[in-house]
């Protein structure tokens, strides 16, 4: 420090030479120096800020070829002084120290604002005359910064010689113009550092406090419009830009005027903005925040920007409604006195309820003020009463809870159910003291349980019927998912893939075993199940365990709530014994069209010959051998035609369970006797032998004759025809135990080993062509096996087609009972006909049929007369008055039936015998003919003989 402080001898003023600097001869500028000077000056100030004041001094030094410069500036805190913060040249050992304010040249510098000169100095400033030089002459200008004066630049010149002039102030003004610039950007770029220092402090704060919450803080523009990035931390869904439409993507619809309204609030009144309110969370679902915000002011006091944190209070709310919610159902249900609560003092027997206890049990309010509580226990049903007794015992003996559900008897009759919860307290002494509780109707609880349980029961039984129904049945039910997967298969199908016990479910097609092709046509099935969203239905032949079977399948969508298909559900059935039947039925068509073909034929074969034989009796008339030829021929072929359509009926009759027998104890012998007389000239016309054999001793059957000749009529007939010319015919009877086997042998064509089987059935014929010539409806044999078995019996053939055989032929085996001879049956008197003259009437509708009987009645000698309708014969009857009257039954105007009952109502026509002609011979025509009066029924075309009989029955009677 400067120690001397001697009082000066001069004033600033006597020391001041500044007007020489103006007078003083000026050196020329050496501005080359100069520039390089401050060249150099602005290097420094780019590469060491901080030694600009010390090359200020040494380039002012140098410039001014000072013996010292120097640059002091004045520093204000507990003294006023200078600080020589920068000296050049001899005082250099000087830098960093200070001088007083007044007691300094840069003092009065400053105090003048001006640029000084001062000669001997230390007349004024005797501080400085401690310095190492003298100070011969000083040179100073202020130094400015942001246009105040802070200090000041100066060159001293230790020597007598050296004297500043006019050059030296423009010098070392400039330099110091340029340095107080200099500063003056280093001040304002240290400033702005600064404030940016700050700002990125104050960042990082935000960040730590963004980092360190769990809320989400933001920061939101003044007007918040836009907010900055910020961290959602799963309340909300983050942002790493600023955002402006925070308010649509984070913030629900209802809840933006209340968003906006609060933010305006705030902005308005520059205070705290706060709010609870709904947010859209990151995960999209609603929650609920408390959000706070401060604004940020300037010094003008204008809102900068915001500051808030906002923290997830979802649980919070949801806690807080399901309480409310849970509070507003208590009082609901207070209020609909569904809940009743308690007191009972138990020593005392004093029980307090509530209204809704009272309205509850049914009892006054007064039964719950303090009454015995046995006044309640009255309103329990009366199977539960006991029970809950027990129970409030139980209570009150361990002094613990009482838990108990009962029912209540109501004004009307009805039950409500209620649960009771209760506390026993006990007093000082243990001893049971007060029991509060609460009872609630749980009625409807009771009733959506019992419901529930029915509904689950009725599911549960419809889980059983449908189980059982498709373990029951035989069909393969399944669901194959769209991917060609087993999701279902029922018993029968796991049965058959050998998959027991589900294991099939999940797996593939041909993980199942299915050949490729079958397992493709699974899948394209489903496929187009899947787009038709349409039942499709077909047929697949299989050939497995089973043999070769046919399966017919149907599958259908199952469709999901979307409406999608979501799976195939199936069922496929064995319908192999179906599609057989339907073969059969088809065969048996076929065969009755053939067969309808053939009987037309048959019918007209033995017309031809009748009509040639009319025409050869007109044409030979007075020829009585042709005649008779004729009529021979005639009759045979009527004959034939009349077997034909008998065999028919027979056989429909048998089909139809229509067949009666007229069952007697017959003989064995007049029943061959009868079949033999038959065939014999069949059997004579193709030139066969025919050995009949019987056993010895008679055997007595239970049957009826005239089918059993048929029986082996057809037989022999069959014989007789399916055996060429001079063929060995045999029928031979034997005893075989209690049953008699007839066998009917012929060496003829024989039967094909694969027609055996269906000799028997109906229109069975093995050649038509064969059949044909020899006329035949393929159901002779058809007939024979209906007899036998009518009769008890059995029949079977058995036949060598071998031509080369030498036993070529056919056999028929009968088989029938023997009944064990009781009488021995003699022989049956023959009906002799006794012709005599009588009074007839034929009455037909067909002329022919009515012209012919009648001539032939005539011949036989009778009077006759004709009717063609049922009214003419009633008229003709009623004036002829014949003793009896043959009477076609379908006839126009007056049926034939009808006709005889008003004949036999009339006095002269109940004597009248009137015997029915019919085409229809059953049981049940005959019956109706005999209601209506008639004593015959004959069947069309009638047989003489057969008329004949029935007229000389008439007569005996
Ligand atoms: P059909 O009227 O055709 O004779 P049947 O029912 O009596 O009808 O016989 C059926 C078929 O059985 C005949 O068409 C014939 O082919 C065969 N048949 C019946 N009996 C004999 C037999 N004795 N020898 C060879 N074939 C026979």
Redo the contacts with the bound molecule.
């Keep these: 420090m400067f120690t001397n402080a001697d009082r000066p001898v001069a004033t600033v003023d006597e020391v001041l030479i500044t007007h020489q600097l103006s007078d003083r001869p000026r050196r020329e500028p050496d501005y080359a120096a100069e520039c390089r000077a401050l060249a150099e000056l602005a290097a420094v100030m780019a590469e060491s800020p901080d030694s600009l004041f010390q090359k200020l001094a040494e380039t002012a030094l140098e410039l001014c070829r000072a013996g010292s410069a120097g640059i002091s500036l004045r520093e204000q805190n507990d003294s006023d002084v200078f600080r020589w913060v920068a000296v050049a040249g001899a005082y250099k050992c000087y830098r960093g120290n200070t001088l007083p304010r007044y007691f300094s040249p840069c003092g009065a510098v400053l105090d003048r604002n001006t640029c000084l000169l001062m000669a001997d100095p230390i007349r004024s400033f005797p501080y400085i005359e401690a310095l190492t030089s003298p100070v011969r002459e000083v040179l100073l200008v202020p130094f400015y910064q942001d246009s105040q004066p802070v200090g000041t630049v100066w060159v001293v010149a230790h020597d007598t010689q050296t004297h500043f002039d006019a050059e030296d102030s423009r010098i070392i003004t400039s330099l110091t113009k340029f340095a107080g610039a200099a500063v003056h950007a280093l001040t304002r770029a240290a400033a702005a550092e600064q404030a940016n220092l700050a700002e990125r402090r104050r960042e990082e704060h935000f960040r730590a406090l963004a980092t360190a919450t769990t809320d989400v803080v933001y920061r939101m523009s003044a007007d918040w419009s836009e907010v900055q990035p910020l961290d959602g931390r799963g309340l909300i869904a983050g942002n790493d830009q600023p955002l402006r439409d925070w308010l649509d993507r984070n913030i629900p619809a209802n809840e933006h005027a209340t968003v906006r309204a609060a933010v305006q609030v705030a902005i308005a009144t520059k205070t705290m903005f706060e709010l609870e309110h709904q947010v859209i969370r990151a995960d999209g679902t609603l929650g609920w925040t408390f959000s706070r915000a401060i604004p940020l002011l300037d010094d003008k006091g204008q809102i900068v920007e915001w500051f808030g944190a906002a923290s997830d209070i979802t649980r919070r709310k949801i806690a807080e409604e399901n309480l409310h919610d849970i509070r507003a159902r208590m009082e609901n249900a207070l209020a609909v006195g569904a809940i009743g609560t308690w007191s009972w003092d138990v020593q005392l027997d004093r029980f307090y309820g509530d209204a809704s206890l009272a309205r509850l049990f049914c009892v006054l309010p007064a039964d719950v003020a303090g009454g015995p509580l046995a006044r309640l226990m009255k309103s329990i049903h009366p199977e539960d009463r006991e029970r809950v007794a027990r129970d409030v015992q139980h209570a009150v003996h361990h002094c613990s809870v009482f838990e108990s559900d009962y029912r209540l008897t109501q004004a009307d009759g009805s039950w409500r159910w209620v649960t009771a919860r209760g506390n026993v307290e006990a007093d000082d002494t243990g001893r049971a003291a007060r029991f509060p509780g609460v009872v609630i109707d749980i009625t409807e609880r009771k009733r959506v349980e019992a419901e529930l349980l029915r509904v689950t029961e009725e599911a549960e039984r419809r889980k059983r019927l449908y189980e059982a129904i498709l373990a029951s049945t035989p069909d393969f039910v399944y669901v194959f998912s769209l991917d060609y997967r087993v999701l279902y298969a029922n018993e029968a199908l796991a049965i058959m893939w050998g998959c027991p016990d589900n294991s099939s479910v999940g797996k593939t097609f041909t993980e199942i075993g299915y050949p490729t092709w079958h397992a493709d046509m699974h899948c394209r099935e489903i496929d187009r199940v899947r787009a038709t969203k349409k039942p499709i239905q077909g047929e697949v032949p299989f050939h497995g365990t089973y043999g070769r079977r046919i399966y017919e399948y149907i599958f259908v969508p199952v469709m999901g709530a979307d409406g999608e298909v979501e799976a195939v559900a199936g069922t496929t059935r064995d319908v192999t014994g179906r599609k057989d039947m339907e073969d059969e039925l088809r065969e048996a068509d076929r065969k009755k069209d053939e067969f309808i073909a053939l009987l037309a034929h048959e019918l007209r074969n033995p017309l031809a010959p009748i009509r040639n034989g009319l025409q050869v009796m007109r044409l030979a008339e007075n020829d009585p051998a042709a005649l008779a030829a004729a009529r021979n021929m005639m009759d045979r072929q009527l004959g034939h035609m009349v077997r034909l359509i008998d065999d028919l009926l027979d056989v429909s009759r048998i089909s139809r369970n229509k067949m009666q027998l007229r069952r007697d104890n017959i003989l064995l012998s007049d029943v061959i006797a009868n079949t033999v007389e038959a065939v014999k000239p069949l059997v004579d016309a193709a030139n066969h032998s025919l050995r009949v054999e019987l056993p010895p001793q008679p055997i007595l059957l239970d049957a009826d004759l005239t089918r059993l000749a048929q029986v082996f009529g ?2 022999l ?3 007789v ?3 060429p010319a001079g063929g060995a015919i045999s029928l031979v009877a034997q005893r075989d135990g209690s049953d008699l086997v007839v066998t ?1 042998r ?1 060496n ?4 094909p080993p694969d ?1 055996l089987p269906h ?2 059935d ?7 062509s ?2 044909r010539a ?11 096996k209906g007899l036998v078995e009518m009769h008890g019996g059995t029949v079977c ?1 058995t ?1 060598d ?1 071998n031509p080369d055989s030498s036993s070529r ?2 056999e ?1 085996t009968v088989r029938l009972p023997i009944v064990q001879p009781a009488r021995t049956a003699g022989e049956k008197p023959v009906a002799s006909v006794e012709r005599v003259k009588r009074k007839l009437l034929v009455v037909d509708d067909n002329q022919d049929g009515a012209t012919s009987l009648a001539m032939m009645l005539r011949i036989l000698g009778n009077e006759v007369r004709i009717a063609h309708d049922g009214l003419a014969a009633i008229e003709v009857a009623a004036e002829f008055r014949p003793e009896i009257i043959l009477m076609d039954v379908g006839m126009p105007r007056l049926n034939g039936l009808d006709a005889a009952r008003r004949i036999k109502s009339e006095p002269w026509g109940e004597s009248m015998s009137i015997i029915a002609l019919t085409g229809w011979g059953q049981e049940d025509d005959r019956q109706r003919s005999a209601d209506a009066g008639c004593v015959g029924h004959l069947v069309k075309p009638v047989d003489m003989s057969q008329l004949e009989q029935t007229l000389s029955a008439l007569r005996k009677n």
């Design positions: 057809n037989l007939t069959n014989s025809k399916y055996t009917v012929d003829g064509i024989g039967i027609f000799i028997f109906m229109f069975s014929q093995v050649d038509r064969v059949e020899s006329g035949g409806l393929g159901i002779g044999l058809a007939l024979v053939a036949s087609c032929g056919s028929f």
